[in-house]
């Protein structure tokens, strides 16, 4: 689970590091500019988004040159329209065309993420299924896009490979078999939820048989798992994968499993299109 620690510590660094590698030794663009020239800029949504990013904006602007002073007009999660005002900054102009393309590359690509993540959310709003994202995010920008997913309404898988167990078919394989692998994950690392991944009903049962915390349903059908439902009965949490579409959401979601994973969240989202102009 991302804490704020978490997520205060992931932007100091991103935004160095995105700071550093646009700006480098220097903008000698912005040096065109009188260094003493007061700048204000509006930054503008130029479509239907759902915002995420606000405290990456605020930290661009804040180690390019804190006396920039930011005025936000709405908030992380808010629903935009085109041509919305969003935020508008004033101080040196030479700041803040320097700081541009960054603030806006984490606002454009987070507020794509909670959008997407939105989109998915409002489909099945009315039932009880978690949606889930994935660890098919943008390298650097893992907790990132995983906050961003919680500003859409959707909700977080594991962070890594560190804080939960997820046991797939080649894991089974190496560790011997289903009750292998999760007798010695607990045994490992007693304590951390332990998921593990079937293709087939008698793999379920066999999961169930040996206490994972979360079954993974890899590309099963409805019927099959509406049947795991069923089985299953309660002793552990389903999660639905593969094969999921806009199309087939709202069916999946109604045999009644518990979560579905979606690698779209995340890996197919597309930067919102934002503006910023100097007025």
Not at 43 to 57: F, L, Y
Not at 255 to 279: E, N, Q
Request: proline share 3%; net charge negative; charged share 25%.
């Amino acid at each position: 689970m991302l804490t704020e620690q978490d997520l205060k510590d992931t932007i100091t660094q991103s935004v160095a590091i995105a700071l550093a590698e646009d700006i480098g030794d220097g903008d000698i663009t912005a040096r065109l500019i009188p260094a003493d020239q007061p700048g204000h800029a509006r930054v503008i949504s130029r479509e239907k988004a759902v915002i995420c990013g606000q405290d990456w904006v605020n930290e661009v602007f804040r180690q390019v040159d804190p006396d920039v002073e930011l005025t936000w007009h709405v908030s992380d999660e808010a629903s935009v329209a085109p041509d919305q005002l969003l935020f508008e900054a004033k101080g040196p102009a030479r700041s803040l065309l320097t700081a541009e393309r960054a603030a806006l590359n984490f606002l454009q690509t987070l507020s794509g993420t909670a959008t997407v993540s939105r989109h998915y959310a409002d489909l099945v709003a009315d039932t009880r299924v978690r949606l889930l994202d994935t660890r098919k995010t943008l390298p650097g920008l893992r907790k990132a896009q995983k906050y961003a997913v919680t500003c859409g309404g959707c909700f977080n898988h594991r962070i890594g490979l560190f804080d939960a167990f997820l046991i797939k078919e080649n894991h089974i394989l190496a560790c011997g078999g289903i009750a292998e692998a999760i007798e010695t994950a607990r045994r490992n690392e007693p304590g951390k939820p332990v998921e593990i991944e079937v293709e087939t009903l008698s793999q379920l049962d066999e999961a169930l048989a040996a206490g994972a915390d979360i079954v993974m349903l890899d590309n099963f059908s409805l019927e099959d798992m509406r049947t795991a439902v069923k089985t299953t009965a309660g002793r552990a949490k389903l999660e639905a994968s593969g094969g999921v579409s806009e199309e087939t959401l709202k069916d999946i979601a109604e045999t009644g499993v518990d979560y579905i994973s979606i690698g779209a969240l995340t890996k197919h989202c597309r930067a919102v299109d934002l503006s910023m102009r100097l007025v």
